[in-house]
Nanobody, 124 residues
């Protein structure tokens, strides 16, 4: 199967920076899009940033200019560099990957996977 392992969350003061990492491992043939989502208490999960299999990226308006998503295809890893953090960025951050498997699962070779989440807390 496939696992997504996130790291890099923590507590930081407003204006500070954090870098999140997410590495996919397992029976992977190739990875299509990867993304970061976040969910604050009492709110719906929202898309933060996405990156295609090449270099195309998209960001939510709330993080544009402050966050940068990147990936290392050789390491099956996606990163989220977060600068100028604000208290409203406080949330659990989840990694997402659209993965082509080495074999079929219930007839499908392309499946969506999620990490377990890493907490980011920004104090004012």
């Amino acid at each position: 199967q496939v696992q997504l392992a996130e790291s890099g969350g923590g507590l930081v003061q407003a204006g500070g920076s954090l870098r999140l990492s997410c590495t996919a491992s397992g029976d992977i043939s190739s990875i299509n899009a990867m993304a970061w989502y976040r969910q604050a208490p009492g709110k719906q999960r929202e898309l933060v940033a996405t990156i295609g299999s090449g270099t195309s990226t998209k960001y939510s308006d709330s993080v544009k200019g402050r966050f940068t998503i990147s990936r290392d295809n050789a390491k099956n890893t996606v990163y989220l560099q977060m600068n100028s953090l604000k208290p409203e960025d406080t949330a659990a951050y989840y990694c997402y990957a659209d993965i082509n498997l080495l074999y079929r699962i219930e007839g499908r070779r392309r499946l969506d996977y999620w990490g377990q989440g890493t907490q980011v807390t920004v104090s004012s």
